[in-house]
């Protein structure tokens, strides 16, 4: 049983910084694809930005040069560091676990609870 958990979402003010954590627990021989999304109200969960099990990150352009993810020291742990915030970032943040499929594995894709961050003008 794998289970993320979100951390860090608050209120902020424009032009600030917020600092989101994910951690996963529970054993599992599944890769460490982890990703982050986020949802504003009314609108589609969109993807923000992703790091595989092997390091290679990237970010959306929504939020390049904003947003930077990043891995504690282990796998199990990953962050969004989020400077320079912007009210169109406001939004539901979620960690998520991307699936794998093939290799000889059935991993299913696992979400977080997810963490609410509110910029504020």
């Known amino acids: 049983q794998v289970q993320l958990v979100e951390s860090g979402g608050g209120s902020v003010q424009a032009g600030g910084s917020l600092r989101l954590s994910c951690e996963v627990s529970?054993?599992?021989?599944?890769?460490?694809?982890m990703s982050w999304y986020r949802q504003a109200p009314g609108k589609e969960r969109e993807f923000v930005s992703s790091?595989?099990?092997?390091?290679?990150?990237r970010v959306a352009d929504s939020v390049k040069g904003r947003f930077d993810i990043s891995r504690g020291t282990s796998k199990n742990m990953v962050y969004l560091q989020m400077n320079s915030l912007k009210p169109e970032d406001t939004a539901m943040y979620y960690c998520?676990?991307?699936?794998?499929?093939?290799?000889?594995?059935?991993?299913?894709?696992?979400w977080g609870q997810g963490t609410r961050v509110t910029v504020s003008t």
């Open positions: 998520k676990r991307e699936r794998t499929i093939g290799s000889g594995l059935r991993c299913p894709e696992v």
């Open positions: 529970g054993y599992t021989i599944c890769p460490y694809d």
């Open positions: 790091i595989t099990n092997n390091d290679a990150s």
